[in-house]
């Protein structure tokens, strides 16, 4: 590698390299989840997809969330959270919960949900899974917080409904 391409700084992208990025990121088919929190008294949840398990010694999951989501500040100042790995059935849910500025009192009114035991956090009832978590870790990367989280509890649902999933910006199901 000659010097001045090792000195030279990377080239901002242009709109039409994010925009690619953001196609070519969207062919990698993922699950959906709803991160929850109480802060504050209050409930904050959101749906997102940027979530994986990390590690199994200790057990520890990650979420990546975006530092201008209301959710961020929740879940950093919150420190314990619930995921929800959504069913089949919670398309609506998922979309409810990715609404940018829906009110955040009564956000989960019409979204049947059970407390988790260990954190408190809203556990939506439209779910294959659920894991309670503690932040282990805290990583800024660019735009959003990779949030480590360290599982305290896992709970399964029933085997009646398949997975949400989200692939090339759209909804599909996994039966
Ligand atoms: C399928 C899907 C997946 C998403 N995944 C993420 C994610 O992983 N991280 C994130 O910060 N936002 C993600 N979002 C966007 C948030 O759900 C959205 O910005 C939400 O309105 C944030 O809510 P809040 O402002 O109340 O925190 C996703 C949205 C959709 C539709």
Redesign the pocket.
């Known amino acids: 590698m000659s010097e001045v391409s090792k000195t030279a700084p990377t080239p901002s992208p242009t709109e039409a390299d994010l925009a690619l990025f953001r196609r070519a990121v969207g062919r990698f088919a993922t699950g959906?989840c709803v991160v929850s929190t109480v802060w504050d008294g209050l409930d904050?949840a959101?749906?997102?997809?940027?979530?994986t398990s990390v590690s199994l010694d200790p057990p520890l999951v990650l979420?990546?969330?975006?530092q201008e989501?209301?959710?961020?500040d929740a879940i950093v100042s919150c420190g314990r959270w619930g995921v929800s790995v959504l069913d089949a059935t919670a398309r609506g849910t998922?979309?409810w919960?990715?609404?940018?500025g829906?009110p955040?009192h009564g956000q989960l009114d019409r979204v049947p949900h059970t407390r988790g035991e260990v954190t408190g956090a809203a556990l939506v009832d439209q779910a294959v899974a659920w894991l309670e978590c503690s932040t282990h870790d805290l990583v800024t990367a660019g735009d959003?917080t990779i949030v480590v989280g360290r599982v305290l509890a896992s709970r399964l649902g029933s085997d009646d409904h398949g997975a949400l999933l989200?692939y090339r910006s759209a909804y599909r199901t996994l039966d």
């Open positions: 959906i904050h959101m749906t997102a997809n940027a979530f979420v990546c969330v975006e989501a209301r959710f961020h998922s979309a919960l990715a609404t940018q829906r955040l959003h989200y």
